[in-house]
């Protein structure tokens, strides 16, 4: 089974700054099946990027996927006060046919 | 419009069986490639995928949770429900049903609002 690790656990920034994301893959991941989600409190989650680099329907482009391998990141390029939340990385095996989540990266405001 | 909403019991008792249902609109689980899927959340905690079923009744499961889980759906009604059986405290969570819009897409494009389930005696 592959485990999603994200880094940092918690990452404190202003509005205005940039957030950079990281989500790291015990083995190496399909970038075709690689998405974040982004989730804020009371509320489920947002889809916001898939195939690691494709943004989702609606979502602002401040807001990009990069990455392969067992590397991938979420980059904000500059925070917004509503940006300011839980991000999950997700893959999908396309060996196992399952689906696993990373443990979160919240984003608090500075 | 693509919605989802997810009902079923707030309060289950440890060693009982939950069935919850996911009705949805907007979109067929009878057209080609499309998906519904279930996924947990204890609270403060991370997301956990639970399974998913397609339009042509494939089913996929957590290999964790596998031994206690059923999916099943009424294409008619469109509804997915989401049998696990024996529930212990440490399933009390809100439970997500989402959608992926094909097979091999990798991803969740539409989510229901959650409904919280708690076990306890």
């Known amino acids: 089974e592959i485990v999603l690790t994200q880094s940092p656990g918690t990452l404190s920034l202003s509005p205005g700054e940039r957030a950079t994301l990281s989500c790291r893959a015990s083995?190496?991941?399909?970038?075709?099946?690689l998405a974040w989600y982004q989730q804020k409190p009371g509320q489920a989650p947002r889809l916001l990027i898939y195939g690691a680099s494709s943004r989702a329907t609606g979502i602002p482009d401040r807001f990009s996927g990069s990455g392969s391998g067992t590397d991938f990141t979420l980059t904000i390029s500059r925070l917004e006060p509503e940006d300011f939340a839980v991000y999950y990385c997700q893959q999908y095996g396309s060996s196992t046919r399952a689906y696993t989540f990373g443990q979160g990266t919240k984003l608090e405001i500075k | 419009q693509i919605t989802l909403k997810e009902s079923g019991p707030t309060l289950v008792k440890p060693t009982q069986t939950l069935t919850l249902t996911c009705t949805f609109s907007g979109f067929s689980l009878s057209t080609s490639g499309v998906g519904v899927g279930w996924i947990r959340q204890p609270p403060g905690k991370a997301l956990e995928w639970l399974a998913l079923i397609y339009w042509d009744d494939d089913k996929r499961y957590s290999p964790s949770l596998k031994s206690r889980l059923t999916i099943t759906k009424d294409t008619s009604k469109n509804q997915v429900v989401l049998t696990m059986t024996n529930m212990d405290p440490v399933d009390t969570a809100t439970y997500y049903c989402a959608r992926t819009p094909r097979r091999v897409a990798g991803y969740f494009d539409y989510w229901g609002q959650g409904t919280l389930v708690t076990v306890s005696s």
């Open positions: 083995q190496s991941v399909s970038s075709s099946y």
